[in-house]
């Protein structure tokens, strides 16, 4: 697993944000069992507006025609997988909780991309008498 050492700081629920990031890496995790080279990776790019979180695997990877299915309440592609499909639905929530959009990009066989942004600014970073403060984007 690799993390990104450049990520913002951001106004949120952060035990919210952790089970996002803790079922977004299972599901990496569990679908990427048997790879020969597992690899996730969790990270942000910084685009013009706002950043966007990612966590990128290279697993067995989701058909076209059942991505736009997996954020529903119960829905699991596989049956014989462990787990109660229930995980993406909670995080697609929490996201639209924080004013964010969730999506997925994947290939089958090459592994799968989930991004999210968050609704709210960025935090900036402001030194005051050498002490690190933050503030929200535009304060």
């Known amino acids: 697993v690799q993390v990104d050492a450049n990520f913002p700081a951001v106004f949120v629920d952060r035990i919210r944000l952790v089970e996002v990031i ?6 990496a995790i569990k679908f990427t069992k048997g790879q020969s080279d597992p690899k996730i990776e969790i990270g942000v790019r910084h685009d013009v507006e706002q950043p966007v979180f990612f966590v990128q695997d290279n697993g067995i990877g989701i058909e076209e025609k059942y991505q736009a299915k997996i954020f529903g309440l119960f829905e699991k592609l596989d049956q014989k997988s462990e ?49 690190e403060k933050y503030k929200k984007s535009g304060s």
Do not use: D, M
Request: hydrophobic share 35%; glycine share 14%.
């Open 22 to 27: 803790q079922n977004l890496v299972e599901n």
């Open 83 to 131: 787990g109660t499909g229930v995980g993406l639905a909670l995080v697609k929530r929490i996201i639209e909780i924080h004013k964010g959009k969730i999506w997925v990009e994947s290939v089958q066989g090459k592994g799968t991309t989930f991004y999210f942004t968050l609704g709210n600014p960025p935090v900036k970073k402001t030194a005051n008498n050498g002490e």
